[in-house]
């Protein structure tokens, strides 16, 4: 029972126990592969950020091993994105005021924080709450990272300084710049070089990794022709493993972070759900959201502590390991087990590393974000799914990532409540050769019975629609062709009433009694009439005003009135 308990809690353990030697040399291999990509990468991530090259291998080791330990995913890999670096900056450098020194430990607490709501979360079982971000909000989002992270490394890609904190700053400041003349012609061939290596080798019929190519070409160039000091460089690394780092924060601080903490961990769990998910439906298995969302807190924690920042499923590392056949998460520890032997043996070949070829890194990263099909897409088929799509677009890189998000989320919100409000509702009526009763809109051919009126609404009954559904049973009732002796609700679709809603529904079935009409209700789900009985609207509607099936309902009528 206890080995139950503890494989529950710690889905590494019940990996290793199962674990079969055909899998150790995919593993090794895919490990190994995947570490060629960690390093770039990590740096590339962590200077988006604002942070120390050296953060980014911090935060490529350590959440792998933990998530290697608490992960649900066999193959996820879990670490820096460039989708939350603007997002991490932007947290960061304004209470840091770009010291370095003092971003790093605010970034460990903006990770520490993320990984408390994460586990919170899990605690409560909120895994659902991502579908706060519809498909529309999320492909704007990233279509926004993408712009925001492109422009915020195009000062390194040509070796100019930029200032400015909003999209249209940075823009203004990099124009100047340009029109200057401050561009440094070296730094630009090397940035333009290294973005051609990594496009073209996604071109290639085969799988290289181009990302590797170009870091070691550009490094090899600038130490054989002595460029580093004619171009910004990383510098060498400081020898040494990942260490607490957290001095210097005080409350005020970590008060300060909290929000844009509640935002970035609402983004990293939906990748890495997303993620997950998919992978899981590829495999025939099934994603836990909350054991996710649990993992992917134990990991920010575990990076927060020791000088990361914050992390998700990363969408462009994972298929690494797939593609190199991986076949479990010690293909993941073997990677940070590679990157940790890089980190204490040859740390000072950054010493030659172009912060133009990590810039480059990012940018093909961020490019790889745009979804320009989805958008085409949304136009053909809504308008409002559009606006929220281009809504959240131009707030994310305008106006601010956490900002953008913060108002898509509302629209959205505004937009369910508005169809809600104003749903679907029609008529009902029989046709020949079709069982059943049909929409009178698409089936204008239908045939009513005389006296009698179907009615449905698409929708949930509640303060804001209460009217709108009376009002369309008063419209139905004016307009039928004789004198209305019952209305039948529909009410399937219904699937929630509120006590606004059903004074509504009270001042109607008034309204309707004194012109001689019953109301009456067809396939009503139990959880709303259990709604009606716990409101004391029992004594009105009783058991005589309810059917369960559309047929019984207009059955009954036809028998107490003689009518076909």
């Known amino acids: 029972m206890r080995h139950d308990w503890i494989s529950k809690m710690v889905p590494g353990v019940r990996v290793a126990r199962g674990y079969k030697r055909s899998w150790l040399k995919p593993d090794l291999v895919a490990g190994a592969a995947l570490s060629a990509a960690l390093v770039p990468a990590g740096m590339a991530y962590a200077e988006a950020s604002g ?77 659902f709450v991502t579908g706060l971000l519809s498909k529309p909000i999320r492909v704007g989002y990233l279509n926004g990272i993408a712009l925001a992270v492109t422009v915020s490394q195009l000062p390194r890609l040509l070796g100019i300084h930029s200032s400015g904190e909003s999209l249209v700053e940075r823009l203004a400041s990099l124009s100047e710049a340009i029109l200057g003349g401050g561009i440094n012609p070296v730094a ?27 870091v070691a070409g550009a490094m090899a160039v600038v130490a054989a022709l002595d460029l580093a000091g004619h171009l910004p460089v990383v510098g060498a690394l400081p020898q040494g493993l990942p260490a607490p780092a957290l001095g210097g924060i005080g409350w005020n601080e970590v008060a ?81 087990l590679l990157v940790v032997l890089f980190m204490v043996l040859v740390p000072g070949v950054t010493a030659f590393l172009p912060t133009a070829t990590l810039a480059a890194v990012v940018i ?19 308008r409002i799914e559009t606006l929220l799509l281009v809504v959240t677009f131009l707030g994310v890189a305008f106006v601010g990532v956490l900002e953008g998000i913060v108002v898509a989320i509302g629209l959205s919100l505004v937009a369910f409540v508005r169809r809600a409000w104003d749903p ?34 698409d929708a949930p009954l509640f303060f804001a629609n209460g009217e709108v559904f009376a009002d369309h049973i008063r419209t139905l009732v004016d307009g039928a062709p004789w004198t209305v002796e019952r209305v039948i609700v529909a009410a399937e679709p219904i699937t929630d009433l509120d006590t606004t809603a059903l004074e509504e529904l009270a001042q109607l079935d008034d309204e309707l009694a004194r012109a001689g009409i019953s109301l009456v ?27 369960p099936t559309l047929h019984n309902a207009v059955r009954a009528y036809k028998e107490s009135t003689g009518r076909d």
């Open 51 to 127: 942070l120390p090259a050296v953060n980014g291998l911090y935060a490529s080791v350590v959440p792998m091993i933990f998530y290697a330990l608490f992960g649900p995913s066999r193959v996820v890999i879990v670490g820096p994105d460039s989708s939350l670096a603007p997002m991490i900056a932007a947290a960061i450098l304004p209470l840091a005021g770009r010291d370095p020194a003092q971003a790093v430990p605010m970034a460990g607490v903006l990770a520490i924080l993320i990984g408390v709501l994460l586990v919170a979360g899990r605690l409560f079982k909120l895994g």
């Open 188 to 214: 630009l061939a090397i940035g333009v070089g290294s973005l051609a290596v990594i496009v073209a080798g996604r071109f290639l019929p085969w799988k290289v990794p181009s990302v590797m190519f170009a």
């Open 256 to 336: 300060a972070l909290i929000g844009p903490a509640a935002g970035i961990a609402l983004i990293a769990f939906a990748d890495t759900s997303t993620l997950s998910k998919s992978l899981a439906g590829r495999r025939g298995e099934r994603a836990n959201g909350n054991e996710e969302m649990g993992a992917l807190g134990i990991a920010n924690i575990a990076t927060g502590l020791l000088s990361g920042f914050p992390v998700s499923g990363s969408s462009s590392r994972t298929p690494i390991v797939l593609d190199a056949g991986g076949k479990s998460p010690l293909s993941g520890v073997v990677a940070a």
């Open 364 to 382: 093909v990263a961020a490019g790889s974000l745009v979804d320009v099909r989805t958008l085409l897409r949304l136009v053909r088929m809504s």
């Open 424 to 457: 679907y509702r029609t008529e009902l009526a029989s046709v020949d050769g079709i069982p059943g009763f049909h929409d009178l809109d698409r089936h204008p051919e239908g045939k009513r019975v005389e006296g009698l009126v179907i009615a449905r609404f």
């Open 521 to 547: 209700f067809a396939e009503m789900k139990g959880p709303v009439k259990d709604r009606l009985v716990r409101f004391g609207a029992s004594a009105r509607f009783s058991a005589d005003h309810f059917y």
